[in-house]
Structures are given as C-alpha cells and as structure tokens.
C-alpha cells in the first residue's frame, strides 16, 4: 500500500473482506494498517474470506473499522434495496456504500438510495419497459466501449439480471444466453417486452 500511494497521483483506496475465517477476523486491525500507510479510504466487506457469500454479511465489523480509523470507511455487504443501504448508513456510521449484486441488472439502485437518503422516500420500482430499456444502453455502451463481440458476451450474463422475476424469463433467458450481436439482443427482448404486453391487456 505505501509503494502504490508513493508511486500514483490519485487517492489510493482499499478493498478487503471481514477477515480470513471466523479465527481471523482482522478486518480492524487491516483497515488501521491501511491508513497508516497512506490509503484514503478503506471498504470492507463484511464476510471472511471462508464464507464466500454464504451467510450475512457482518455489518458490526463495519461499524468497529469506522471507529478505528480516521479515514473514510466504504461498507460493502448484503445492500439488495435502498433501504438496506439506509440501514447499513445508521447502522455503522460509514460514509458511503458499496454495491455488488443488488446493482447487477439494477442500476435504478443508486438514484433510489439518494432519493431515500435525500428525500425520506423510497421511490416507486422501474417498470418493465423501463428495465429493458436500461438492459439496451447498457448494451450500447459496452459495445461502445469494448466492441460488439466482448460486449455481447458480457450482456448474455448481465440481461437476465434485467428480465428476472418478470412473466416468462426463464424461457427468455434460453434466448440471451445466445446473443451475438446488439442487433439480435434488442430484436429479443423487444419481442418478449410486446409478447408480455400483450399477455397484459
Ligand atoms: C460480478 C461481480 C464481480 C465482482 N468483482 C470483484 C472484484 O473485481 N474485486 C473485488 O474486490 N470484489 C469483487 N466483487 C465482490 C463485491 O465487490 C462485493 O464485495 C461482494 O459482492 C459483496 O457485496 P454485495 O453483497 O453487494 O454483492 C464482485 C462481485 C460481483 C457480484
């Protein structure tokens, strides 16, 4: 950590989890370590190394590196909706989050947990159109950014993360997992999206 904060010009943070297993919980004594060498902020997530995701995630371990260290404290762990990340802000006292799974193929998460944390309210939930149309720019964008063939082959994970839990996904997820092109991504899921509506009326 001191080699990488000596050697770049921008803020150098730390990621790691609670500890290695339940006998080595050393997340406290990391973060300290961390800061002393020069990190700027720390995030942790609150699971060991040995849980993998199994489990909850230990927000304690969060609010006790807060208390320890001086710098900014990121918590990471178990936020699915907004009012989670409200929940881990009281319940630790960190000055942000961090969001994993909650966001795959839910990026409304971060504008709903400013509007919680802003407003007191919770925000309605997107409409399916609204998350399939979020599931194309996505889509678009990765394409933009790294070609048609990597971006597809990244979308065939992220897209059924957009259409989970709506009418008829598992059939459509058969479909995504095929995709090669932008083209065919949209064809698909603007199908299933008439398809559904039509089902509606
Ligand atoms: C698709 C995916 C990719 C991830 N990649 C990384 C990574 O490159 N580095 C890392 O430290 N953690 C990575 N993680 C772990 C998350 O940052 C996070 O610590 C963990 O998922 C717990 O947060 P969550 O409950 O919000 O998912 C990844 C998680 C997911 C779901």
Excluded at 35 to 56: M, N, P
Excluded at 65 to 86: E, H, L, S, T
Excluded at 158 to 168: I, L, N, Q, S, V
Aim: net charge positive.
């Amino acid at each position: 950590i001191r080699r990488v904060v000596a050697a770049v010009h921008v803020p150098v943070t730390v990621k790691f989890r609670k500890g290695f297993d339940d006998g080595h919980s050393n997340a406290v004594e990391f973060a300290k370590m961390a800061a002393a060498e020069g990190a700027r902020a720390v995030a942790v997530h609150g699971r060991t190394r040995q849980q993998g995701y199994s489990g909850k995630a230990d927000w304690d371990i969060i609010r006790s590196v807060k208390r320890a260290v001086g710098i900014k404290v990121i918590g990471n762990g178990d936020i699915f909706a907004a009012r989670d990340a409200f929940d881990m802000l009281e319940h630790t006292g960190c000055d942000g989050v961090m969001v994993a799974r909650g966001a795959q193929g839910n990026p409304f998460i971060f504008a709903q947990i400013e509007k919680l944390i802003k407003s007191g309210e919770a925000g309605r939930k997107p409409t399916d159109e609204e998350r399939i149309k979020m599931c194309l720019l996505q889509a678009r964008l990765a394409v933009e950014y790294k070609g048609e063939h990597a971006a597809m082959r990244e979308m065939r994970t992220h897209a059924p993360h957009y259409t989970k839990g709506m009418r008829g996904s598992a059939r459509l997820r058969a479909a995504l997992v095929k995709i090669r092109t932008y083209g065919e991504l949209e064809g698909v899921l603007l199908e299933f999206l008439r398809a559904n509506s039509e089902n509606k009326c």
